[in-house]
């Protein structure tokens, strides 16, 4: 039995995992910004679900979470990073109103409510589960403030993959594809300052037309993380979907193809040599 400590769980992935792991039988701390969005999704299962407030801009809630957490269960062995929202719209249409707030949510965030758990998974090891995106793989045209927050976690999580090796902490990036959540409607915010010079190269308008007609079944996206999660050999980079796992490969390819091509010329910069 394993015990979460999950952010994010109003809706979405978040609340899927959590319901999917207390029904298998493991415990779960599942939170909220908002507690009472919740707190009816853990009345099934007497006290293997409890439900807290966290938000995760408000580093004091995450660690009251952890504390109340080791309080009811003597602490937790996997925490998931899930709190998280999208900002669609070219990177000159954004302003700063628009996209810090989504970075002081996707990534200082998680950053707080990791150094306000790493006390506890010290102790005794276990994993850290941080959702990023398909979009945390490669840039696109109308993503870049969601692309550059998702690429901050894929950083964050290398590193802390090697930082907490020696204590038996492993980090599961886990990278998703156009799944059938809510994340493309209530998730996501778009640019208000919309410019008709951005109209051929921003992906802007990708919600209206492909919100509830994503390909990929949540459920089975929630089985294969339960998965990566209970494996030995689980990965560090986890894509999720035919749509995450070509977006890998043309990332890779264009990556070979630019190291390939200038080789010769850009690693001829070193001091010349007697």
């Known amino acids: 039995m394993k015990t979460w400590l999950i952010t994010g769980s109003s809706s979405g992935f978040g609340q899927r995992l959590a319901l999917a792991a207390v029904r298998r039988g493991d415990q779960v701390i599942a939170t909220a ?99 990023s995106s398909g979009a945390g793989i490669a840039g696109s045209g109308g993503g870049g403030y969601y692309n550059a927050a998702k690429f901050a976690v894929e950083g964050i999580s290398e590193a802390l993959a090697g930082e907490l090796e020696p204590f038996g902490i492993r980090v599961l990036i886990v990278e998703p594809g156009p799944f059938r959540t809510d994340f493309l409607g209530r998730s996501i915010t778009l640019a208000a300052n919309e410019m008709p010079e951005y109209a051929a190269s921003s992906r802007k308008r990708y919600r209206e037309t492909n919100d509830g007609n994503q390909a990929g079944d949540p459920d089975k996206a929630i089985a294969v993380i339960l998965q990566a999660v209970d494996a030995d050999d689980a990965p560090l980079h986890l894509p999720l979907g035919p749509v995450a796992h070509a977006i890998a490969e043309r990332k890779m390819a264009a990556f070979r193809r630019d190291i390939e091509a200038w080789r010769s010329v850009s690693i001829a910069t070193d001091f010349d040599q007697p």
Do not use: Q
């Open 33 to 131: 910004r908002n507690v009472k969005a919740i707190e009816a999704m853990a009345e099934p299962f007497g006290g293997r679900m409890i439900t807290l407030p966290l938000d995760v801009t408000a580093a004091a809630t995450a660690k009251a979470a952890v504390a109340r957490a080791v309080e009811a269960f003597g602490g937790f062995d996997v925490l998931v990073n899930n709190a998280g929202y999208g900002l669609f719209g070219a990177i000159e249409e954004g302003t700063p109103e628009e996209y810090r707030p989504m970075f002081e949510v996707n990534v200082f965030g998680l950053i707080e409510t990791t150094r306000a758990a790493l006390p506890v998974l010290r102790r005794s090891g276990g994993t850290i589960v941080n959702m």
